[in-house]
């Protein structure tokens, strides 16, 4: 099994953030068509390049996982945090997912902190 890498994001991954932002965006616009929507490809590889090019902080990573991804990627990512000085791993996720809700909470063991609260002024 290949070993993961994790680092922060740099000038030259805009094209596969872009491509993780539109596929996550479709799953949970599948999920939620009123709270969600796809947003338009065109221009968004450029404000990614733009983005990674900023001056950050150093307190914060852009973590994007797929299925059967997810608990390597996860734990290789606490590693990292744990190996620079964190000392924990804060994660935000749609409340009505079956996917990621059950994944985070029983499989990784994190617990609900905070609620967000939304109303539509529509």
Known sequence: MEALVVRPARPGDAADLARNWIDVARHYAELDADAFQVPASDGLVAWFEELLRRPRSTDGVWLVARRGVGARLLHAVEE???????????????????????????????????????????
């Open 80 to 122: 990292w945090g744990r190996d620079n000085g964190a000392v924990r791993s804060v994660l935000t996720t749609f409340h009505a997912s079956p996917l990621s809700v059950p994944f985070y909470e029983q499989g990784m063991g994190y617990e609900r902190r905070s609620i967000v609260f939304e109303k539509r002024l529509d």
